[in-house]
């Protein structure tokens, strides 16, 4: 790792960087190290609570979590602008995989959660990633969508398939083996209480999480809204 001033850790020779989705223990983390231009992903784990992952020693360069960050005062079912400008990227049938995220006021005011099914299955976890934040730590932690990731991964184009499918998961695995070396060794250890797809998805984002590092990442849209709170409502791919 380049070492930067307030990261704490030792001095390395890589940077470690991390793709990280909400699962059934806590949070499945995709490690990698990024040694020049090379990749090398890490053997995967998961972690309790979310704070454990921008807390680790040594220091995550990039972690690339698919939650949304930067919140509306109430949900709407149209969302964000970030979340209408990548639904129409990926397209159908992936645009339902993109919800619409809860309000700040209901998170925090312990009110029944509104939206649709993905939205309130996903609260506890939007809530924790939300309690961690500040404007800050968005120089380090990024909301990235795994639908997007494959879309970036596929030429800019959706997958073919549903990842619902089993063609959908063969699609991805393939996308994902042919681009980062090493890939396969991780895609075939799934841990305990974690679904295949959730694993495709952290190595998704661990990809991302290069492209972050490198400066090559896009950002939707590319003028964001901020929340009352500072933090920049967008997806990054």
């Not at 040694?35 to 454990?52: H, I, K, Y």
């Not at 979340?83 to 006021?105: F, K, Q, T």
Request: hydrophobic share 40%; glycine share 8%.
């Amino acid at each position: 790792m380049r070492a930067s001033a307030g990261r704490p850790g030792p001095d390395l020779p890589y940077d470690l960087l991390a793709g990280v989705v909400p699962c059934r223990k806590g949070w499945l983390v995709a490690p990698g190290k990024l040694v020049g231009v090379s990749l090398n992903p890490e053997p995967v784990t998961v972690l309790p609570r979310f704070a454990e992952v921008i807390d680790h020693v040594p220091s995550y360069a990039v972690v690339a979590v698919s939650i949304p960050i930067g919140l509306p005062k109430r949900w709407s079912e149209r969302g964000r602008r970030c979340d209408r400008e990548a639904r129409d990227l990926v397209g159908w049938p992936h645009l339902g995989a993109i919800a619409s995220p809860p309000g700040r006021n209901d998170l925090r005011g312990r009110r029944a959660v509104v939206g649709d099914v993905v939205t309130r299955r996903m609260s506890t976890a939007i809530a924790e990633v939300d309690a961690e934040m500040q404007p800050y730590r968005q120089r380090t932690v990024y909301s990235v969508h795994p639908e997007l990731s494959f879309y970036q991964l596929n030429g800019n184009r959706p997958p073919r398939f549903s990842k619902r499918s089993a063609s959908g998961m063969r699609e991805r695995r393939v996308l994902l083996t042919s681009r980062m070396p090493g890939a396969e060794r991780i895609l075939d250890e799934v841990p305990a209480g974690v679904a295949p797809g959730q694993l495709l998805d952290a190595v998704a984002l661990l990809w991302t999480s290069r492209r972050i590092a490198a400066r090559a990442a896009t950002r939707v849209p590319s003028d964001p809204e901020w929340d009352t709170e500072g933090l920049r409502m967008e997806w990054v791919y």
